[in-house]
């Protein structure tokens, strides 16, 4: 099932260490990716825009930055001004922004190349597009940032960005086996996305490994993201329990142990932890935050474009429109109270380990999978790292999950990082 | 110098009222914001674009629903499809979106119609636009929600929307002599708004009086924001002092004192409250806060057309991008810190009084008024409502301002209506 011809994702600290050699060069870099692109992208469909040409024009004009060389893929709910921008949705067939995202513009003032749009399920949300897994071409590569993550993963670009509103970005790249980061809310700026719930919309990124996102996030925020002051120091593991790990396959419970023992070997403190009452309680309030704010946010859509919304969608919009006010807040006290238990739970621990789904991709392409395993942690704000490098019986990629406290995303990406090279 | 032709706010509830009693219906009742705004918008200057016809055109294919006959004004920088949104930059001449902002969408789900786009200074920030305070031409209304605040003040429309990121509803509001209501943080969606800075962005809204405000936001959001539950109770309202009163004029001082003896007449229990050295660090983190997120917000139209900024959005971009991100997360924690010292503060009383702005509109069309009272209160997340009713020996709006605890919307608007009241 594993094809290797499709799934080899190109380490973005390994091309910078050439750049820096002069073993290559930014042309070459992103040639590289515009051919891998041509190699792939008709049988795994990761990319929704692309245009050679424009990227080789761009090029010409780069900016100097850290940056320079890389080309990046960008889930299209992010406003490109001149390229397409669809939101998943043929209500936006052909739809030109006036302006760069934020996160666009800070991309290439870093010097960075954009390579093209990624493929998104409609507006960022359950129903699927035509991506597939790199690793069987007849399953799901997860979504909603479906292409971004099978991009990394074909070795079509270095880093990919995503979203994750339920589990948008570290599901995907644990169906298609490479790192997923989802920073700390709002380090990266979400003006210029298409959004779907302001409270839970976050910016995500891919990359081939965790020590690439960290890296090239250093880059793009200046933050002290990859210093390993605690380096001789271990770290005490939360091995964190809940009443949905039941719903996680045998093959993912072996994973998530696999790793925790990786953790006790390399002398880390692996602890027991049972959810607190707050934080499931906190799980079940996201869907009713969620489908609230999209009721608000998809408000023009809904009424003016009814029949180009899936089903599934127009359901969910109903739903949220038919939530009290005082439900919605309510829902939001008990994030904020599952906040206050999170704090004491990161009392007892630095960082926590869960499975960052309920097992592999599935068969099919008629779903994007589960974001059970992520949802709370997006409501929570906290930085979540999918860890690639484990499998199941077929090959098949399994990623374990290690979740931070908010702010704490340097400590999270280094225990993660050496996790990786662990598993 | 205050010139009655030009001053004569519309009353919400009044015109529902009439309605009601089937005194007037929706057409009229747009007819006359139409026939108001041709009479004095030439000379006031508070909308930027208003296309009569066209208003005409949608008003025959209205939706039923509670808001029916209510003309709203737009603030500038809200996304209308139907209508050219240019953020008050020469950049976005002629832009046309291509949906509508949440909010515009949702204003006409409850059967409103947009009368037109308000003006708006330069992305909502400091460099201000051509409209005039209808109580004296050469003064400045206020900004950044300058055409929203006159709009209302000259009777052209009963509702107009602003929003606030430093001080941009309460400071126009309090200027021009109309009510402005700046609602708990994200209870009103910012989806389809231009960003400055994501975490204080918050829409607001501007009335003829607060009891307007609240009833027509209540009718918007199904949220129960009028019922009156501690009617016969009274409550104990924090005169707030801190360290900038010392900046606000003896006319403003004495409308606060005016203010206070009214509600201490009236039974409630008003308590002296000197500023937590909390809160005074946090007013101090809002600008860091605030030119950090700009300069990402913003980053698109600074790299693009860097010419086309005002000097003053240049040097505070520039100043944004000059901020560590370290710096940024400490600003952060301050705010926090900010909230924490908040919380205590709303245990000893129920609301705060204080200034809306250090006095009464200053001379001039080259500044807006400084956002100094507000935009604590705008980082904070607290809904804040300016009172109109009071004025200076010239006879020039004084506003007074009550803020209450986050959530708390319906007993800061119902003592605030009260206050209003009695003055």
């Known amino acids: 099932m594993h094809d290797d011809r499709l799934f080899s994702p190109v380490s973005f600290s390994t091309l910078i260490a050439r750049r820096g050699r002069g073993e290559t060069y930014p042309v070459q870099m992103v040639e590289e990716s515009l051919s891998r692109f041509n190699a792939v992208d008709e049988t795994v469909c990761a990319f929704q825009f692309v ?15 850290p940056l320079e060389g890389i080309a990046i893929g960008i889930k299209d709910i992010f406003d490109t001004h001149d390229m397409p921008t669809e939101y998943g949705s043929a209500i936006y067939a052909g739809h030109r922004p006036k302006a760069d995202s934020a996160l666009v513009a800070l991309c290439r003032r870093a010097g960075a190349t954009i390579l093209g749009k990624t493929v998104t399920t409609e507006f960022a949300f359950l129903t699927p597009a035509r991506t597939r897994n790199p690793h069987d071409l007849e399953r799901t590569p997860g979504g909603s940032s479906s292409g971004s993550a099978a ?6 670009v270095p880093i990919a960005f995503g979203t994750q509103t339920g589990g948008s970005t570290i599901r995907p790249a644990a169906y298609c086996g490479v790192a997923g980061y989802k920073p700390s809310y709002r380090m990266l700026p979400v003006t210029g996305m298409k959004a779907f719930s302001t409270t839970l919309d976050t910016v995500g990124v891919f990359a081939a490994h965790v020590g690439d996102a960290a890296s090239f996030m250093e880059k793009l925020t200046n933050r002290d993201l990859t210093h390993d002051g605690f380096k001789r120091k271990t770290v005490t593991v939360g091995y964190y ?11 993912m419970h072996k994973a998530v142990e696999t790793a925790a023992n990786a953790l006790r070997r390399s002398g880390n403190e692996v602890i027991d932890l049972e959810e607190p009452g707050e934080l499931s309680l906190a799980r079940e309030a996201h869907t009713t935050i969620q489908n609230f704010e999209a009721n608000q946010a998809l408000a023009f859509e809904a009424d003016n474009h009814r029949d180009l919304l899936s089903a599934t969608l127009r359901e969910t919009l109903e739903a949220g429109r038919a939530i009290l006010p005082v439900d919605y807040d309510e829902a939001r006290r008990i994030a904020k109270r599952g906040r206050d238990a999170l704090r004491s739970v990161f009392q007892s621990c630095d960082v926590l380990l869960l499975p960052s789904a309920a097992g592999a991709a599935p068969s099919g392409l008629a779903s994007t999978g589960d974001p059970l395993f992520n949802k709370l942690w997006t409501l929570m704000g906290t930085p979540a790292v999918n860890i690639p490098g484990l499998s199941d019986e077929h090959g098949l990629p399994l990623g374990v999950q290690m979740v931070g406290r908010f702010g704490n995303d340097r400590l999270t990406l280094n225990v993660a990082t050496d996790l990786e090279r662990l598993l």
Chains 1, 2 share one sequence.
């Open 51 to 65: 245009d050679p040409d424009a990227v080789r024009a761009e090029l010409l004009q780069r900016r100097a930055g």
């Open 151 to 156: 991009a990394v993963a074909c070795g079509m």
């Open 241 to 251: 329990r809940s009443a949905i790990d039941n719903q996680a396959s045998q093959a």
